[in-house]
């Protein structure tokens, strides 16, 4: 017996867009269902015209309504009309009460946890171990939310493969999401690497963005933030924004780069925030009997710890380049993350299970693996 429009509509409402993580049929996206016998025809509009995920989205569909019992499907891509985003833009933000609600609000709910992933200085690893961290999270089943707040010196999208822009509705930027996070950085506005040279004022109005103009989840477990190497103008921005979040240092064994993490580990202290843990990275280099060499020495990441009293959460092998890891969804290839299965990602695995311990946050059965 033919599907009915309403079968097949039913059908596409567990079809999610890929980026908004809602049902295209909430979306509005869906605009035309044509029945004939067993033939389905549907159009489906997209947010913007040629959405790099379109054949996500289409497959998806496609299958939904295979699924349902149609013998042939075939789904149209269009893109919405101005007025059709707007309505979109309107209703995602009022369905958020983002219209009525205070202005400072930060990303998330009363129960996301911020986290910072600070160094003193550059170079020692922040970007790997946030995004490392962030993505380990999600292994957990976390809500995780990245924001790249290293406006000039953006390293996340490489890290992560992303070769796409957000969609902007209105005035609604939609977060990538990659690996299972919702990721937002100053990268993806900029075309081909070019540099970032704003002055104090442009920093700050950039992170307004990213928190208020970003549609972030509303249950974000955790939003993490890569900040730049220092004590500068961006890490006092975000300490006022959300001055409770939670820091990790990041050092490598090496005094001079604990001697510098101290500094921004005071600076936190001095902003009323507290310091979660101390990762130290690149502390030693596997041998293939198991020995273990130090090459830039031992005992920073726990004297770093000792002088905050607060934990060595995890040392991080000093580890050759990784495989890169294939995002199911968009394809993309992230040449910075660790496969779950790899000695350094078991290493991110347990220190996410730490970090998680210290939050009181309990995994989740729907893991990204
Ligand atoms: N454990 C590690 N083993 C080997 N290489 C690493 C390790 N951690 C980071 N790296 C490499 O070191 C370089 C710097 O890392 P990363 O960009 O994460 O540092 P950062 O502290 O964020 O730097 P910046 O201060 O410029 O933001 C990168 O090329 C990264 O791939
Ligand atoms: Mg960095």
């Not at 599907?3 to 409402?13: G, K, S």
Request: hydrophobic share 40%; net charge negative; aromatic share 6%.
């Amino acid at each position: 017996m033919a599907l009915t429009a309403e079968e097949v509509r039913e059908a596409l409402r567990t079809v999610e867009d890929p980026e908004l993580r809602q049902s295209i049929v909430d979306l509005d996206m869906v605009k035309d269902i044509e029945i004939e016998g067993d033939t389905v025809r549907v159009v489906i509009a997209l947010t913007v015209p040629n959405c790099p995920l379109q054949s996500v989205i289409s497959e998806r569909a496609k299958e939904a309504i295979l699924a349902a019992g149609a013998k042939k499907v075939y789904v149209r891509l269009t893109a919405m009309t101005e007025a059709e985003r707007q309505a979109l833009s309107a209703k995602l933000q009022s369905a958020k009460g983002l219209v009525t609600l205070a202005p400072d609000r930060p990303p998330g709910s009363e129960k996301t946890v911020y986290l910072t992933v600070s160094s003193g200085k550059g170079g020692v690893g922040k970007s790997t171990v946030t995004a490392n961290l962030a993505y380990a999270l999600a292994r957990s089943g976390l809500k995780v939310g990245l924001i790249d707040a290293d406006i000039y010196g953006y390293s996340i999208p490489e890290i992560l493969g992303i070769r796409r822009q957000p969609t902007v509705l209105e005035k609604l930027i939609v977060p990538l999401y990659s690996f299972g996070m919702s990721v937002i950085s100053m990268g993806f506005f900029v075309p081909h690497n070019t540099p970032v040279i704003w002055r104090g004022p442009m920093l700050g109005k950039m992170l307004d963005t990213f928190f208020k103009e970003v549609h972030w989840d509303e249950d974000l477990d955790v939003l993490l933030f890569d900040l730049p190497p220092g004590t500068g103008d961006i890490p006092m921005d975000i300490s006022r924004r959300v001055s409770w979040a939670m820091d990790i240092l990041v050092t490598t064994p090496h005094p001079t780069a604990t001697h510098v993490a101290a500094r921004a580990g005071a600076m936190t202290l001095r902003l009323n925030r507290s310091i979660l843990g101390v990762v130290e990275n690149m502390s030693y280099v596997e041998c293939p009997d198991g020995t273990r060499v130090y090459p830039f020495g031992e005992g920073g990441g726990r004297d770093l710890a000792a002088h905050f009293r607060t934990e060595l959460l995890a040392q991080i092998p000093l580890a050759g380049d990784s495989p890169g890891i294939e995002d199911p969804v968009t394809g993309e290839i992230a040449s910075g993350l660790y496969p779950a299965d790899h000695p350094v990602g078991k290493v991110y695995a347990s220190l996410a299970e730490k970090v998680m311990e210290k939050l009181g946050l309990e995994p989740r059965p729907e893991a990204v693996r």
